[in-house]
């Protein structure tokens, strides 16, 4: 048994696990420090760029690859110790070592102190998301866990739109080194109430119960999903989502005042706001059909990501190409809604490719190669590309480079589609 339920009897559920509830809600909050963390960077590019000296470029490093390199390899023994260990302790180690790293950010003077802060805060990320997926697979059944998973899922743009609202007052109204303090502090507060709230359910949960003594070696987990054609498409497929989405994420703050003269507060109320209705539409819609579509057809798990990149690039495009700032909000509404589609039904399609043993590696191995190549090179790929065009667009090739990327969508959703029939034949049923 693991560390938290290693006095339970074989079969029986542990006695100091929590509701599925009380998990859940825990689970979502710590994520959406997570994002808060991860993306208040975003909102505060401008005043960092302002007094540091820093490029587009350079600021794509710091929000991209500084970030994504540790965040993304050690993913993935920090989800196979899960695994084996205590899915929640690591989360809870995880909580505190980004949030004290997000407040070193605040003491940067210059380019490579503020790039190795964020190196840390990928340090600790890296531990938090992929045994979250595995504690949800714990906690309820199949037929639920689409919709568990996006629910977990309003993290990320509740988190986002928290970082960028209170990141943008605070840079506005005192100092941006003060944001980075603020919100690092308030995770570390949450980090005690989450231990004592959130327990590991071996035995007696929601799904088949395993032990760690059950757990396959990394290797093998590695191999098993080597050979199976849906992992590799629904990976690179969500990559390819992935590295415009993150893009536009982390970008569309600045482009927002470049390009639409938005102060720093009006950018931050203008982005949060779009994050919190769309973002939250978008991930409870996918969870929603994702449960009910895929329960018809498991190639829907892939399907219906891929309708959604599909229908997002075009309506991404009048939004950022659009010349007011009323009809950009309105005509970006619904592709930021399609842009988080994708979350709970590829999260959990992951879950299923897998014994119930192995989920936490799984996921691990999944978000390497998605934040890698979407988180790691998105954020950098359009900074570098708005600093290449601005001798040709100047002040507008942010809103170029976008523009370009946006082709990614596409690639996305080909990818996806063709997922569907290899998930059919991959997915490996749960023993009731």
Not at 21 to 30: A, D, N, R, S
């Amino acid at each position: 048994m693991s560390g938290d339920a290693s006095t339970a009897a074989p079969g029986a559920p542990s006695a100091r696990s929590s509701s599925p509830p009380v998990v859940l809600g825990m689970l979502l909050l710590v994520y959406v420090f997570n994002f808060v963390d991860r993306q208040i960077l975003s909102i505060l590019a401008a005043p960092i760029q302002r007094d540091l000296g820093l490029s587009d470029g350079e600021m794509g490093m710091l929000g991209g690859i500084a970030f994504a390199l540790l965040y993304s390899t050690l993913a993935v023994p920090l989800g196979a110790l899960a695994d084996r260990t205590s899915r929640s302790r690591v989360i809870t180690v995880s909580l505190v070592l980004w949030s004290g790293f997000t407040a070193m950010c605040g003491l940067a003077q210059g380019f490579w102190h503020i790039f190795l802060a964020r190196l840390g805060v990928g340090i600790g990320e890296a531990g938090g998301v992929a045994p979250s997926y595995a504690l949800i697979g714990e906690y309820f059944p199949s037929e639920r866990r689409a919709s568990a998973l996006s629910i977990y899922s309003l993290g990320i743009p509740l988190g986002s739109a928290a970082g960028v609202l209170v990141g943008g007052y605070i840079a506005a109204t005192v100092d941006w080194r003060l944001a980075f303090f603020a919100v690092g502090t308030a995770g570390l507060l949450v980090a005690p109430l989450f231990r004592l709230l959130v327990r590991d359910r071996r035995a007696g949960g929601a799904g088949p119960q395993t032990a760690p003594a059950t757990v396959p070696p990394l290797r093998e987990t590695a191999m098993v999903l080597a050979r199976k054609p849906a992992f590799w498409l629904m990976s690179f497929a969500a990559a390819s989502g992935s590295m415009i989405g993150y893009g536009i994420a982390f970008w569309l703050p600045s482009l927002l005042q470049r390009s639409f003269a938005l102060s720093l507060i009006g950018a931050s109320q203008f982005y949060g706001t779009l994050l919190l209705a769309g973002g939250v539409a978008g991930v409870l819609a996918g969870g929603w059909l994702g449960d009910r579509l895929g329960g018809r057809d498991r190639a829907f798990y892939a399907w219906l990501p891929a309708l959604a990149y599909l229908l997002a690039a075009p309506l991404f495009a009048l939004g950022i190409g659009s010349s007011s700032t009323a009809l950009a909000f309105i005509l970006l509404l619904v592709p930021q809604a399609l842009s988080y589609v994708w979350l709970g039904p590829v999260l959990s399609a992951i879950q299923h490719l897998v014994v119930p043993g192995a989920r936490s590696t799984a996921s691990a191995l999944f978000l390497l190669i998605n934040n890698l190549i979407g988180l790691g090179g998105g954020i950098y790929a359009l900074g570098a590309l708005s600093d290449f065009l601005t001798p040709i667009h100047g002040e507008e090739a942010l809103r170029y480079s976008t523009l370009y990327a946006l082709a990614l969508y596409v690639v996305a959703a080909l990818l996806m589609a063709l997922a569907g029939p290899s998930l059919r034949r991959n997915w490996v049923a749960e023993e009731r």
